[in-house]
Antibody, heavy 120, light 107 residues
């Protein structure tokens, strides 16, 4: 069974940093694009960032560009999101989501999500 | 950037009703639209890709259609377990934007 498990969330002060991780299992990680999607409390889904299967390309929402960095380690079956200069509006549940091979970015499997709270 | 809108933002229907949700892109995106269902307090579930292809395991009462700028998600006979918020998403190119969502509940 495909599994994605996020970790690394928590409470951080404005201007602070956090690194989210997503450990995956039961599929060949290195052949799929991977993604982060977030959902602020009571709000809709917001795409955050995507990365190709061998990190050839990365994409970011304008709201996080220059502050967040997506990366992956195919040897460790893991996806990461380094979040710097965090703002209150970054408060959300962050989901790791699997894309498809061939650079197709719809999301067929999702993790349970991890809460990031940015507050002083 | 291409914007995605959905209508209505919410709707109330009865068990057995046919429900249609519309998603509109501000520019043509061929058939690069996916649909997701999110039940209250749950993780989003992937329903449809390429505008009309049902993901394996999704009940056949769900269907999608459209191309270009206008897309629809239809539930042919609403069931109690279909109470949820539904999101469309474009994936022709980045940003891979979601629509604002349509909440479906019962009258």
């Amino acid at each position: 069974e495909v599994q994605l498990v996020e970790s690394g969330g928590g409470l951080v002060k404005p201007g602070g940093s956090l690194r989210l991780s997503c450990a995956v299992s039961a599929f060949t990680f290195s052949t799929y694009s991977m993604n982060w999607v977030r959902q602020a409390p009571g709000k809709g889904l917001e795409w955050v960032s995507s990365i190709g299967s061998i990190s050839t390309y990365t994409y970011y929402a304008d709201s996080v560009k220059g502050r967040f960095t997506i990366s992956r380690d195919n040897a460790k079956n893991s996806l990461y999101l380094q979040m710097n200069s965090l703002r209150a509006e970054d408060t959300a549940v962050y989901y790791c989501a699997r894309g498809r091979f061939g650079g197709i970015f719809y999301f067929d499997y999702w993790g349970q999500g991890i809460l990031v709270s940015v507050s002083s | 950037d291409i914007q995605m809108t959905q209508s209505p933002s919410s709707l109330s229907a009865s068990v057995g009703d046919r429900v249609t949700i519309t998603c509109r892109a501000s520019q043509g995106i061929s058939n690069y639209v996916a649909w997701y269902q999110q039940k209250p307090g749950k993780v989003p579930k992937f329903l449809i890709y390429d505008a009309s292809t049902l993901q394996s395991g999704v009940p056949s009462r769900f269907s999608g259609s459209g191309s270009g700028t206008d897309f629809t998600l239809t539930i042919s006979s609403l069931q109690p377990e279909d109470v949820a918020t539904y999101y469309c998403q474009k994936y022709n190119s980045a940003p891979f934007t979601f629509g604002p969502g349509t909440t479906v509940d019962f009258k």
